[in-house]
């Protein structure tokens, strides 16, 4: 069975950091861009950054460029996002997703595979 799962989330407080990581099972992630989203309840789900299957296109949203990191280590089929300066408004589910291409976007229509979420919450 082909599964993604998240896991790291967690409560922090703002500045605070954390490290989200998608790891895969019954499939190898090599193959596969891999896109981190997020949402808020009543929002659209955003994409917030993608990587490459070669870890060569790393992607960020303007929100979060300059304070998360996306990498991957395709020994250990694992995507991680490394997410720093953490603020109250970076508070989401967040999901990794897996697409066939040899590039990665924030179309989530594009994402063949998804994980269940981590909540992350950015709270004093």
């Known amino acids: 069975q082909l599964q993604l799962v998240e896991s790291g989330g967690g409560l922090v407080q703002p500045g605070g950091s954390l490290r989200l990581s998608c790891a895969a099972s019954?499939?190898?992630?090599?193959?596969?861009?891999i896109g981190w989203f997020r949402q808020v309840p009543g929002k659209e789900r955003e994409g917030v950054s993608c990587?490459?299957?070669?870890?060569?296109?790393?992607k960020y949203a303007d929100s979060v460029k300059g304070r998360f990191t996306i990498s991957r280590d395709n020994a250990l089929n694992t995507v991680y996002l490394q997410m720093n300066s953490l603020k109250p408004e970076d508070t989401a589910v967040y999901y990794c997703?897996?697409?066939?291409?040899?590039?990665?976007?924030?179309?989530?229509?594009?994402?063949?595979?998804w994980g269940q979420g981590t909540q992350v919450t950015v709270s004093s």
């Open positions: 019954g499939f190898t992630l090599d193959s596969y861009a």
């Open positions: 990587i490459s299957r070669s870890g060569g296109i790393r």
């Open positions: 997703a897996a697409e066939v291409t040899t590039w990665c976007t924030f179309s989530d229509r594009d994402y063949d595979y």
